[in-house]
Nanobody
Framework: VQLQASGGGLVQAGGSLRLSCAAS????????MGWFRQAPGKEREFVAS????????SFVDSVKGRFTISRDNAKNTVYLQMNKLKPEDTAVYYC?????????????????WGQGTLVTVSS
Protein backbone atom coordinates (compact mmCIF):
# COMPACT_ATOMS: atom_id res chain seq x y z
CA VAL A 1 0.00 0.00 0.00
CA GLN A 2 1.29 3.44 -0.92
CA LEU A 3 -0.17 6.52 0.72
CA GLN A 4 0.09 10.02 -0.76
CA ALA A 5 -0.79 12.92 1.51
CA SER A 6 -1.56 16.32 0.03
CA GLY A 7 -3.29 19.59 0.78
CA GLY A 8 -0.84 21.19 3.17
CA GLY A 9 0.20 24.79 2.89
CA LEU A 10 0.45 28.14 4.60
CA VAL A 11 -2.68 29.55 6.19
CA GLN A 12 -3.46 32.31 8.66
CA ALA A 13 -4.72 31.51 12.11
CA GLY A 14 -8.46 30.93 12.01
CA GLY A 15 -8.33 29.59 8.49
CA SER A 16 -9.03 26.15 7.08
CA LEU A 17 -7.30 23.45 5.11
CA ARG A 18 -8.36 20.05 3.90
CA LEU A 19 -5.77 17.32 3.74
CA SER A 20 -6.22 14.30 1.51
CA CYS A 21 -4.57 10.91 1.68
CA ALA A 22 -4.90 8.77 -1.41
CA ALA A 23 -4.06 5.08 -1.19
CA SER A 24 -2.83 2.98 -4.06
CA UNK A 25 -1.58 -0.52 -4.54
CA UNK A 26 -4.39 -2.09 -2.61
CA UNK A 27 -7.84 -1.06 -1.59
CA UNK A 28 -7.93 0.20 1.98
CA UNK A 29 -11.68 0.15 2.28
CA UNK A 30 -11.42 -2.42 5.07
CA UNK A 31 -8.53 -0.70 6.84
CA UNK A 32 -8.66 1.90 9.58
CA MET A 33 -7.00 5.20 8.69
CA GLY A 34 -5.26 7.72 10.87
CA TRP A 35 -3.62 11.12 10.80
CA PHE A 36 -0.59 12.02 12.87
CA ARG A 37 1.52 15.15 13.02
CA GLN A 38 5.02 16.09 14.02
CA ALA A 39 6.03 19.62 14.88
CA PRO A 40 9.68 20.71 14.80
CA GLY A 41 11.53 19.37 17.81
CA LYS A 42 8.56 17.35 19.02
CA GLU A 43 7.49 13.76 18.86
CA ARG A 44 4.92 12.53 16.41
CA GLU A 45 1.44 12.73 17.88
CA PHE A 46 -1.91 11.27 17.04
CA VAL A 47 -4.47 13.61 15.51
CA ALA A 48 -7.45 11.58 14.32
CA SER A 49 -8.52 8.16 13.16
CA UNK A 50 -11.48 6.59 11.40
CA UNK A 51 -12.72 3.03 11.22
CA UNK A 52 -12.94 1.38 7.83
CA UNK A 53 -16.71 1.81 7.79
CA UNK A 54 -16.45 5.48 8.70
CA UNK A 55 -18.78 4.89 11.61
CA UNK A 56 -16.30 5.55 14.39
CA UNK A 57 -13.88 8.42 14.66
CA SER A 58 -11.44 9.55 17.32
CA PHE A 59 -9.54 12.81 17.87
CA VAL A 60 -6.88 14.17 20.13
CA ASP A 61 -8.40 16.63 22.58
CA SER A 62 -6.60 19.63 21.13
CA VAL A 63 -8.43 19.36 17.78
CA LYS A 64 -11.87 18.26 18.89
CA GLY A 65 -14.54 20.55 17.53
CA ARG A 66 -12.16 21.96 14.91
CA PHE A 67 -11.06 18.96 12.83
CA THR A 68 -13.13 16.28 11.16
CA ILE A 69 -12.01 13.07 9.49
CA SER A 70 -13.88 11.33 6.70
CA ARG A 71 -13.25 8.79 4.01
CA ASP A 72 -14.42 7.90 0.54
CA ASN A 73 -13.78 4.21 0.10
CA ALA A 74 -14.77 4.35 -3.55
CA LYS A 75 -11.85 6.72 -4.08
CA ASN A 76 -9.55 4.97 -1.62
CA THR A 77 -9.07 8.35 0.05
CA VAL A 78 -9.29 9.76 3.56
CA TYR A 79 -9.66 13.44 4.38
CA LEU A 80 -8.81 15.64 7.32
CA GLN A 81 -10.79 18.87 7.38
CA MET A 82 -9.05 21.38 9.61
CA ASN A 83 -10.95 24.49 10.67
CA LYS A 84 -10.11 27.32 13.05
CA LEU A 85 -6.44 26.55 12.67
CA LYS A 86 -4.02 27.73 15.31
CA PRO A 87 -0.27 28.33 15.13
CA GLU A 88 0.22 25.29 17.36
CA ASP A 89 -1.28 23.15 14.60
CA THR A 90 1.85 23.81 12.54
CA ALA A 91 3.45 20.46 11.75
CA VAL A 92 4.08 17.87 9.11
CA TYR A 93 0.93 15.78 8.86
CA TYR A 94 1.15 12.10 8.06
CA CYS A 95 -1.55 9.67 7.10
CA UNK A 96 -1.35 6.01 7.96
CA UNK A 97 -3.38 2.88 7.55
CA UNK A 98 -3.96 0.00 9.92
CA UNK A 99 -4.91 -3.37 8.51
CA UNK A 100 -6.81 -4.79 11.41
CA UNK A 101 -9.38 -3.52 13.85
CA UNK A 102 -10.44 0.00 14.58
CA UNK A 103 -8.33 3.11 14.44
CA UNK A 104 -5.73 3.70 17.13
CA UNK A 105 -3.89 6.61 18.68
CA UNK A 106 -0.72 4.52 18.80
CA UNK A 107 1.56 5.00 15.82
CA UNK A 108 3.08 1.58 16.24
CA UNK A 109 -0.28 0.00 15.41
CA UNK A 110 -0.21 1.34 11.85
CA UNK A 111 1.22 -0.65 9.00
CA UNK A 112 1.72 1.84 6.19
CA TRP A 113 2.62 5.53 6.21
CA GLY A 114 2.50 8.37 3.73
CA GLN A 115 5.33 10.85 3.22
CA GLY A 116 3.75 13.79 5.05
CA THR A 117 2.46 17.20 4.06
CA LEU A 118 3.49 20.43 5.75
CA VAL A 119 0.90 22.66 7.38
CA THR A 120 2.05 26.08 8.53
CA VAL A 121 -0.31 28.34 10.45
CA SER A 122 0.78 31.94 10.83
CA SER A 123 -0.36 34.12 13.70
Amino acid sequence: VQLQASGGGLVQAGGSLRLSCAASGRTVSRYAMGWFRQAPGKEREFVASIKWSGGFTSFVDSVKGRFTISRDNAKNTVYLQMNKLKPEDTAVYYCATKKYGSGSSSAIQYDYWGQGTLVTVSS
